[in-house]
């Protein structure tokens, strides 16, 4: 068994539920934040031990009995431990909680130091400034709990409580310091407030660090809905918006539609959703999109992921490169009647057939792959009852490309209503305009009760095999009865569609790489994994390439 299948098979048994977890996205950084706040530490601590030189940091009151152990505690030493905290980190670069055990004792040890350089050779100085950038640096910088920082903050409180009270009572030097200060009144004020202080600023860092975590934690969880994990929106309409993702285990894009929803039916809308998308997922064809998964997310939003498709829709193809010849239209729309008449077959009806719901794709080295969008809002009729647009009360569908009996809120709008639009597409992609074009949409829908429109060979200068111009507006008649009445049908008559010449695969391929339209296929996963002869234990690596506008 080739090692790639082997690793993956290890990456899925060995796997927890929280593969792809918040705490698994914080040891991922949890290294790199370390690393800059020791990084940081240690240029601070360079800067001061500079300025040091030209001006001490000793009290000059005090007696030389302790100001003679002023270099243990000063800033070449912080810069000291820091350098071992990067020595650490490299030793131990991929274990998440050994780096956080490694930052908290060298955040301690710097803050010991702080306090005791404080205590010993600026007595009546409170050790805030020292503390408070310590502190404050590893709780912007540290993805960790608060605890963490309360820790640190009963480490300086009780190092300062204790090394004041210390000094005062046994070195003499300390002592005849605050002789002259106070005495002993003035040791306790100080020791009360500086204790006091150091509590209410370790305090006030918890505080940061928590909202720090939980702004995190939201932002991942905004960041995944279910097993998906988003990286960025590609689209948004009136009813939501699609997420370009990637499945947290398998390496695969995914678009992930997120259905929004607002009024007083909400709750209704969404049940709708979710049922009618269970019901197009049953559909197999492979120009039909294909729905892998449906959920909700925390705020009840409705969401279902797809297939991730790279490349346009008909209403871009027309709008940048002008009207399709008849060749390329006939390739496309076959291809669409193969997908719509798996779903007749079903009695599922799409009911927004239109330009920007047809998507041209690459699929293996077949182009112009045709896949179906928005089956999300299919609806399964049954023949014997009234349809659920009359029961809901809403008009589904687009106005330029809507069917009559849509219009009229019959029971019985069943697949030839979807042929009806058909044929509105096939006009758009020959003339690079819809049937209709006023301005107002109740004129539109209008006119597709009551206007016959021209015939695309009227409209457009390019020259439209006869047979193709009666199949558009056969589609486009008024009554069912009188149009095509199944998907195969449409499918024969434009087989039979006299041709000067076809459009093949090979056309298709040339036409895609003259407009570059897929380019580098930016949003390609890749999987790497480490061979598994080169280390004794290899973990599999699944990496989306980073996504890009």
Request: proline share 5%.
């Amino acid at each position: 068994m080739p090692a790639e299948i082997r690793a993956i098979e290890r990456a899925i048994s060995s796997s927890s539920p929280t593969t792809g977890s918040f705490e698994d996205e914080i040891r991922d950084q949890l290294w790199q934040r370390c690393h800059l706040l020791f990084l940081t530490g240690l240029a601070i601590s360079v800067l001061l031990a500079m300025v040091e030189i030209v001006l001490p940091s000793a009290d000059p009151a005090l007696l030389t009995g302790l100001s003679r152990f002023q270099w243990l505690f000063g800033p070449w030493v912080h810069a000291a431990t820091f350098v071992v905290g990067l020595i650490a980190l490299t030793v131990v670069k991929d274990r998440g909680s050994q780096l956080r055990t490694i930052a908290f004792v060298i955040i301690a040890v710097n803050i010991a130091l702080v306090v005791a350089h404080q205590a010993m050779h600026r007595p009546a100085t409170d050790p805030y400034f020292g503390f408070s950038l310590l502190i404050f640096l590893s709780a912007a910088f540290i993805p960790w709990r608060p605890a963490y920082q309360i820790g640190l903050t009963v480490l300086a409180a009780g190092g300062f409580l204790a090394l004041q009270i210390l000094l005062y009572v046994f070195v003499p030097e300390a002592e005849t310091f605050w002789a002259g200060r106070g005495g002993a009144a003035a040791v306790r004020n100080h020791v009360l407030w500086g204790t006091t202080g150091l509590m209410v600023l370790g305090g006030a860092s918890a505080l940061v660090s928590s909202t720090l975590y939980s702004l995190r934690k939201t932002a991942h969880q905004a960041r995944r809905l279910g097993k998906y994990i988003i990286h960025e929106e590609i689209a948004h309409g009136g009813m939501g918006e699609v997420y370009f993702a990637q499945h947290s285990l398998m390496c695969r894009p995914t678009a992930v539609k997120v259905m929004r929803h607002a009024g007083d039916d909400r709750e209704t809308a969404f049940a709708r959703f979710e049922r009618e998308i269970r019901v197009s997922a049953t559909l197999t064809h492979p120009n039909t999109i294909t729905i892998y998964d449906v959920g909700r997310t925390p705020d009840r939003c409705l969401y279902y992921a797809m297939e991730y498709l790279e490349g346009l829709d008909l209403q871009d193809l027309v709008d940048k490169y002008g009207p399709v010849s008849p060749a390329r239209t006939v390739y496309i729309l076959k291809q669409v009647c193969g997908s719509l008449a798996e779903a007749h077959s079903r009695d599922i009806i799409h009911r927004d057939i239109k330009p920007s719901n047809i998507f041209l794709t690459r699929r293996g080295l077949i182009y112009d792959f045709v896949k179906v969008l928005d089956f999300g809002l299919a609806k399964q009729v049954n023949r014997d009852t009234a349809s659920a647009i009359t029961q809901s009360g809403v008009l589904f569908g687009t106005p330029r490309y809507i069917a009559p009996e849509t219009v009229y809120g019959n029971e019985k709008v069943d697949g030839r209503a979807d042929l009806y639009c058909v044929g509105c597409v096939a006009y758009w992609m020959l003339t690079g305009r819809p049937p209709f074009t006023a301005e107002s949409s109740i004129e539109v829908v209008v006119d597709h009760v009551k206007t016959v429109p021209k015939r695309p060979s009227e409209v457009t200068e390019l020259e439209i095999p006869p047979e193709l111009d009666e199949i558009v507006m056969k589609l486009m008649q008024k009554k069912p009865d009188d149009r095509f009445q199944t998907a195969w049908e449409v499918e024969e008559a434009l087989d039979a569609v006299p041709l000067s010449e076809q459009w093949s695969r090979h056309r298709a391929e040339a036409w895609w790489h003259l407009h570059g339209i897929l380019g580098e296929n930016p949003h390609d996963c890749e999987c790497f994994f480490e061979d598994e002869e080169a280390t004794a234990e290899p973990e599999p690596s699944l990496v989306a390439a980073e996504p890009t506008a």
